[in-house]
């Protein structure tokens, strides 16, 4: 079945510092990913649409420059946090989509864990 | 406009017991349904899913869900629950071309022994 990958699963960093999540497809081509966001005991919330070789689309109220996000292929988007700070803390789930006949679906990765300190 | 309702934030059952989450959509087009799963501190795992066809959809762990288009809902069932069933539980909706996919809030369950 369709399986995305999100690595690192735990990151912690200084206040400051720039942090790279990255989201693969692993045996799918996904010309569409998805970037959210959860909060403690929260649902998930949209941060951002990723697709391969164009600008991602960003919902209202996130800072398109301080979470940049770049699809340069069908199997890889990134989401960075820059200067992170400790209001960044949080939990983000990359999705990708699969279009392909029976595997249609949104398949999520792991989760990473923020830690800004 | 759409969305997706979960109207129980939280619900505990024993083990054993029968359950059902409820889920509300509204959505102007062919709704594609989903549920998934999240344990603490992981990423979400896909319980089931509709697109068409049979109403009643069968999906992994023991669990079901029926798409009732007259009420809008598509709740989802187990006829026996297990505490390893302790998680929260998502309710979405998507669509096939667009770009566009909703949760709703989400019910935690909490299994009594």
């Known amino acids: 079945g369709a399986v995305v990958s999100q690595h690192p699963s735990r990151v912690i960093c200084k206040s ?5 999540i990255e989201c693969r497809s692993l045996d799918f ?18 941060m951002a649409t990723s697709n391969e ?3 991602a689309t960003y919902e209202q109220g996130v800072e398109k420059d301080k979470f940049l996000i770049n699809h340069a292929s069908l199997t890889l988007s990134t989401l960075t946090v820059t ?12 999705s990708a989509r699969n279009s392909q006949g029976s595997n249609y679906g949104y398949t999520f990765g792991s989760g990473t864990r923020l830690t800004v300190v | 406009a759409q969305s997706v ?3 129980d934030i939280h619900i505990t059952v ?3 017991a029968s359950l059902e989450l409820r889920c509300n959509y509204s959505y102007g087009a062919t709704p594609y349904l989903f549920w998934y799963v999240q344990s603490p501190g992981q990423g979400l795992q896909l319980l089931l899913k509709y697109f068409s066809g049979d109403t009643l959809v069968q999906g992994i762990k023991g669990f079901e869900a029926e798409f009732k288009r007259s009420q809008s809902s598509f709740n989802l069932r187990k006829p026996s629950v297990h505490w390893s069933d302790a998680a929260e539980y998502f309710c979405a909706v998507g ?13 935690s369950l909490t299994v009594i022994p």
């Not at chain 1, 400051?16 to 790279?20: D, F, H, I, L, W």
């Not at chain 1, 081509?29 to 949209?46: G, I, N």
């Not at chain 2, 669509?95 to 019910?107: P, R």
């Open chain 1, 29 to 46: 081509q996904a010309t569409t990913m998805f970037w959210y966001r959860q909060f403690p005991k929260k649902s998930l919330m949209l």
């Open chain 2, 5 to 7: 309702t979960q109207p």
């Open chain 2, 14 to 16: 024993s083990e054993g």
């Open chain 1, 16 to 20: 400051g510092t720039s942090v790279k």
């Open chain 1, 83 to 94: 200067s992170a700070h400790p209001e960044d803390s949080s939990f983000y789930i990359c």
């Open chain 2, 95 to 107: 669509t096939l071309t667009g770009n566009q996919f909703y949760f709703g809030t989400g019910t």
């Open chain 1, 53 to 55: 070789g164009s600008k």
